[in-house]
């Protein structure tokens, strides 16, 4: 796991694209996973503002989609990344995939949706937000640390900090449809970002403290190539950050 603390959400962003905009190029990155949130739109504005034409080429995933939202609701996961994702980056829709929240029968939107992922050939780079409960996608404390894309209910205090999207708390859908952390756990290269106080205790039990599913995020540990980009507020309770500061300023020529 590589930790990089970095000084403002847009250093953040700009470092990101300058991980993912080389792979795109050579064609290593075809497929990219994609978060929604306020955490990763740093990155999408980076990669706007340094657009290349081999991004019209990628194949995407989103990570998850709340369960009885239309498509067409603001809110919806893919509404948010057609506004924030898609457009900006001028992808093309065909092959911009979120999973569905109103299927007939929601239990198989997961195998649904996994098929589709192995059909592209898997993901390249996952590109993963942190909630306060330690969730990746939104796989909520306990969730099993192998799962697969599946309905899972949301804890209401994932639903209390995503309150801010909606116009009153009780429209914030209970469930939602999301990826497994096996899934995530499937793709190539992983790049977490978070920003902010309100992370910093999630961010260290997901880098330091123990792989538990009481903190799902922690199950990068386990990953061949996790890179956590985090600002000074999100990084301000893990006990290392001499040593990942130490790491970044030594990294070697072809690490950079
Ligand atoms: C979103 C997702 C979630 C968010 C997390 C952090 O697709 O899967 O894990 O990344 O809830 O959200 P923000 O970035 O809004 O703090």
Redesign the pocket.
């Known amino acids: 796991m590589q930790v990089v603390i970095l000084e403002s959400a847009e250093e953040i962003g700009r470092h990101a694209a300058d991980i993912i905009l080389p792979g795109v190029v050579s064609g290593a990155i075809s497929v990219l996973g ?8 740093p990155v999408y504005r980076a990669l706007q503002e340094r657009w290349v034409p081999e991004l019209t080429g990628l194949t995407v995933f ?3 989609e709340y369960v009885g939202l239309p498509p067409s609701h603001p809110e919806s ?1 893919h509404a ?1 990344i057609d506004r924030e994702v898609t457009k900006p980056l001028r992808l093309d829709p065909a092959r911009v995939h979120v999973p569905d929240g109103n299927a007939a029968d929601p239990p198989q939107a997961g195998p649904d949706y996994e098929r589709k992922i192995a059909e592209a050939g898997g993901v390249d780079l996952q590109i ?6 330690g ?5 909520e404390p306990t969730s099993s640390l192998s799962s697969r894309t599946r309905v899972k209910t949301l804890t209401p205090e ?1 639903r209390r ?2 309150a801010r ?1 909606f116009p009153s708390p009780d429209d914030v859908p209970l469930h939602c449809v ?2 497994g952390l096996g899934t995530i756990m499937d793709a190539r290269r992983v790049l977490l ?4 106080e ?2 910093a205790h999630a961010v260290a039990q997901a880098v330091e403290g123990p792989l538990s599913s009481m903190c799902p995020g922690s199950v990068l540990q386990l990953h061949p190539d996790a890179t956590i980009l985090l600002d000074e507020a999100a990084a301000s309770e893990l006990t290392l950050t001499d040593y990942y500061r130490f790491v970044f300023d030594n990294r070697p020529d072809w690490q950079r």
């Open positions: 994609v978060a929604t949130g306020s955490s990763p739109l989103a990570l998850d996961y948010v993963l937000g942190i909630g306060g409960t969730h990746i996608g939104f796989n994932t900090d995503n999207f999301t990826q970002v978070a920003q902010g309100g992370k």
